[in-house]
């Protein structure tokens, strides 16, 4: 099994070099971008299976000795992130040929695309923190291009802000990595709990910052959450639905990951800080907006508060609650922005004040965004209300009563920046223009509704057998949070 | 490290930093050359001091190779991303004739409440370009 490791990286960049040569054909390019990122899926679910079964898998990339080779290591929270990011991509790549627009806007689209996909397998698996960040890079770079693919003038303007202030948190990253070598002589992951413990405090602490600074801009936390409101919105709505549901939740993992194995002491009163702005401050600017996709887009920013939540409560129970959040959000917030590419293409803008009726022309439609919105408010029986539970359960026990306060009230008002959405673009009365009552906009569309509803059908599964998930995340969380097994796995 | 690394690696990073906080984006991509570089010295300064050539069977003294190793990636990556940011700059330059980073919609609004600046005919352009 771990010969298949490298074949998550190798199989989208081959794909996305074959998708160059073949760039005069649309057809073959589908083709390609098709075969590549099911495989890929399917591979991922096969690995989680058997990861779950047999423990950690490890690949010493040239056959080097495990403690000096470039390791790839698949544990059961990379298996589980991989899997579901993996299916994510897919559906949004087939969403993407339905809409008939981005791939056939730009040939680029699916080179830049299969390129991200690799760049997201390579995170995840990344056994050091170097690797960890030029696989950082590679999914950066691939964004980059998807997100300025028509080079119109908003999308440059904004694109700018995102591309520099990506590149500054490069920097700090490979400084954090640079100072991390030159401190402990290693940056194989496991290794470094051990060397990193054996350094005064005041080191540590700063190595930490520096890492938390890069991954918290990367997952858009309290006062590095600027670029995101901006830049998501001018992307079109496949691109910036995979940028939603994944890129930022990739910030989080790495989070989880140097939070819980390279700094398993720290103190995490600022973190619970910041998760509690982050939420707050997060959903005050989505209710302000009058966007769809804007409002969304400050979404994610406020739904990331309650991940680093789990994560500066710390132990396992806070750190399996956080997996499970992470597992809930990403199709439910991908699904959100499918559901506004089908409005925006049917209506031609998802401005509130120019879209109304839906609810009336499309029943169906307003279904698909009454469930994924409900659940991201965190309503019962929706998958959004157990993530939550679990992390303010949490809270509750470890007597933070504050953080739990705000994540009840912010929870509400996530409620009322929906309603806002509901209000202004499903109720009322019909645009005469765009066809009258019932004139069904799912049944033009049938392609990009049939994957937003089976991604939606995804997320209610993950409620229905929420059970046995949260057991498969509370042994991810046991493999996340114990240095000791990640060493004897990397090292035997 | 030495006190010559550590004064060029901070002359590298306050000029670079300078740079970046202007708003023409040719200033923002050299200011970032400049830190990609002031952090390009400090990858190769955490491999301490330097040595004979790390060659396998060779005895006695030899230098890190992996900051070496890290570095030439790093590098290649700069590369990658200057060369991305400097066909944006040129893409906003034959869009507009400029390349500044411009306000976003919210801080226009913000402007506009507070009385000055043309924010209608801005939105309309941005309407017009989305």
């Known amino acids: ?492 | 490290m030495s006190v010559e690394q550590a004064l060029l690696i901070g002359v590298l990073a306050a000029a670079g930093t300078y740079l970046v906080l202007h708003r023409t984006l040719t200033r923002i991509i050299l200011g970032l050359g400049l830190l990609g570089n002031a952090i390009n010295l400090l990858i190769l300064a955490s491999g301490d001091e330097p040595g004979e050539p790390p060659i396998i069977g060779r005895e006695g003294e030899f230098t890190d190779p992996v900051p070496q190793a890290l570095v030439l990636t790093a590098i290649v990556i700069g590369f990658a991303v200057i060369s991305f940011l400097l066909a944006m700059a040129y893409r906003a330059w034959t869009i507009d004739g400029n390349d500044d980073v411009e306000d976003d919609i919210a801080d226009r609004r913000l402007a506009e409440r507070n009385g000055d600046t043309d924010v209608e005919q801005a939105e309309a352009e941005q309407e017009g370009a989305s």
């Not at chain 1, 720290?266 to 959903?283: C, D, E, H, P, Q």
């Not at chain 1, 959040?325 to 209506?347: C, N, Q, W």
């Not at chain 1, 392609?447 to 991604?455: A, D, F, K, N, R």
């Open chain 1, 1 to 492: 099994m771990n010969q298949m490791l490298p074949l998550f990286i190798a199989v989208p960049l081959l794909g996305a070099a074959l998708s160059l040569v073949f760039i005069k054909s649309r057809t073959i390019q589908r083709a390609i971008s098709l075969v590549c990122s099911t495989a890929v899926a399917a591979m991922a679910v096969s690995l989680l299976v058997y990861v779950d079964r047999n423990g950690t898998e490890v690949s010493s990339l040239g056959g080097w000795r495990p403690d000096i080779a470039i390791n790839l290591v698949a544990d059961r929270f990379a298996a589980i992130m991989l899997t579901i990011s993996t299916t994510m991509l897919l559906a949004v790549l087939v969403y993407a040929m339905g809409q008939r627009g981005d791939d056939e806007r730009s040939r680029f689209y699916h080179p830049a695309y299969l390129t991200l996909i690799g760049g997201v397998c390579g995170a995840f698996l990344a056994g050091d923190l170097f690797n960890l960040f030029v696989w950082f890079e590679v999914l950066l770079i691939a964004s980059y291009v998807l997100l300025t693919l028509e080079g119109n003038d908003r999308q440059i303007r904004t694109g700018t802000t995102y591309v520099v202030l990506n590149v500054i948190e490069s920097f700090v990253l490979v400084m954090g990595v640079a100072l991390i070598f030159a401190a402990t002589g290693t940056l194989n992951m496991a290794l470094l709990p051990e060397r990193l413990a054996a350094l005064p405090d005041g080191v540590q602490l700063g190595l930490n910052l520096l890492l938390l600074i890069a991954f918290g801009l990367k997952a858009a936390v309290f006062p590095l959450y600027s670029w995101l409101p901006d830049s998501y919105p001018s992307a079109p709505s496949p691109v910036s639905a995979v940028f939603a549901g994944l890129l930022t939740k990739i910030g989080v993992y790495a989070i989880v990951r140097t939070q819980t194995l390279l700094f398993p002491e720290s103190n995490r009163t600022l973190l619970l800080v910041i998760a509690g702005l982050t939420m707050f401050v997060g959903v005050l600017g989505a209710i302000a907006q009058s966007d769809m996709k804007r409002i969304l887009s400050f979404h994610i920013v406020s739904q990331i508060g309650y991940m680093i939540m789990g994560v500066a409560l710390g132990g396992v129970a806070a750190i399996t609650a956080t997996i499970f959040y992470m597992i809930h959000h990403i199709p439910v917030k991908t699904s959100l922005f499918l559901v506004e590419g089908i409005v925006a293409r049917d209506s031609g803008s998802s401005n509130l004040s120019k879209v109304s009726g839906l609810a009336r022309r499309s029943g169906p439609l307003a279904a698909l965004f009454l469930i994924p919105a409900f659940s991201l408010a965190g309503l019962p029986p929706f998958s959004g209300f157990l993530g939550k539970t679990a992390v303010v359960t949490e809270g509750i026990a470890q007597q933070s009563w504050w953080i739990v306060a705000v994540a009840l009230v912010v929870s509400l008002m996530t409620l009322i920046s929906m309603l806002k959405i509901w209000t202004g673009a499903f109720w009322g009365a019909p645009d005469p223009e765009l066809g009258g009552e019932g004139s069904g906009i799912l049944r033009d569309q049938r392609l990009m509704s049939g994957v937003t509803t089976g991604v939606i059908g995804l997320t209610l599964a993950i409620a229905l057998f929420a059970g046995p998930l949260y057991r498969l995340c509370e042994r991810a969380a046991a493999d996340a949070t114990d240095p000791l097994s990640y060493l004897s796995a990397v090292l035997p």
